[in-house]
């Protein structure tokens, strides 16, 4: 397994000196008050082994994309970054079009919103949302899915107005891991992962277990209802760092993800590990 290549499609930086982070907030998230950088993660994701990255957006304001675009021009780990902008601005087509333009928009390969924050749980059927989502998909990009296990359904019948547009799952959904509750979870996930055009990340699994005493064997449920559902080629690698720090290190996140994959076969898991998240963003990686 070690040789398999590895695509992280899923982290995160930020630099508290130029935005705060509004959602660190509490004792439990005290570690994550800091700044974490390119610099920082390059050496930990070198030594287990990635080659490429996405990194992901974190608050939604507008001048966050651009600068997580000009990281990702300034050096060859990250391959794609999952940007914001406002689905609902009537010159939603126009703002992707600019920010393809910045100084590393070739890397610009989806859009996320915070969902999982919005009060409305039909939040993604609303028409303007709907609108802006269609010009993510007209711009050739895929759309990041960050919602609880009950958005769940509303995700699933965004996907089904919008055939056209990639979305991809974060954290499988976020299933309650802590407390071993599935049912809702894996209802919503099946009913998203029954249309062709969406896929998941195995992200952030870790951080919904309980974080000081969690196993492996406390991930392989969801883990394994996701690969029946929707199969490794619809299935992605992510270490959701710095926020996996939580509960386990960078290394610690890529051998768990490692040992609940490791029954499958090599073409199964390079497409977890690298080719998912290679094709589903188009990266143009090594």
């Known amino acids: 397994m070690t040789a398999v290549r590895i ?15 509004d959602w660190i907030v509490g004792d439990e ?7 974490f950088t390119l610099a920082d993660l390059e050496p930990e994701a070198r030594a287990a082994g990635v080659t490429a990255t996405v990194l992901v957006q974190t608050v939604t304001v507008a001048e ?25 601005a009537p010159d939603v087509a126009d703002e992707l079009a600019r920010l393809r333009e910045l100084p590393g928009g070739d890397r610009l ?25 269609g010009a993510v998909a007209e711009a050739g990009l895929a ?19 919008l055939p056209q547009l990639t979305f991809v799952l974060d954290h499988l959904g976020k299933p309650p891991i802590a407390t071993q509750e599935r049912e809702t979870w894996a209802r919503g996930l099946r009913l998203l992962a029954e249309l062709p055009h969406t896929v998941a990340k195995l992200s952030g699994l870790a951080t919904e277990a309980r974080w000081d ?3 492996v064997d ?20 992510g270490s959701d760092w710095p926020v996996c720090r939580l509960a386990a290190s960078y290394g610690q996140v890529v051998d768990s993800v490692r040992e609940l994959t490791a029954g499958l ?19 143009a990686t090594a």
């Open 7 to 21: 695509v992280d499609a899923h982290h995160h930086v930020w630099d508290l000196s130029v935005r705060d982070q």
């Open 29 to 35: 998230l005290a570690s994550l008050r800091r700044g």
């Open 64 to 88: 966050e994309t651009p600068e997580l675009l000009a990281l990702a021009s300034a050096g060859p780990l990250v391959a794609g970054v999952v940007g914001w902008t406002d689905l609902t």
């Open 109 to 133: 390969v989806g859009i996320r919103h915070q969902v999982q924050s919005e009060p409305d749980p039909l939040w993604l059927l609303r028409p303007d949302v709907l609108r802006g989502l």
């Open 143 to 161: 759309y990041d899915l960050v919602v609880l296990p009950h958005q769940l359904p509303a995700a699933a019948s965004a996907a089904f107005l």
């Open 213 to 215: 005493s969690w196993t």
């Open 218 to 237: 406390d991930l392989r449920p969801y883990t394994d209802t996701a690969l029946e559902a929707l199969g490794p080629d619809r299935l992605m690698f």
């Open 265 to 283: 076969s090599a073409a199964e898991q390079s497409s977890i590990f690298a080719g998912t998240a290679t094709r589903v963003y188009g990266l």
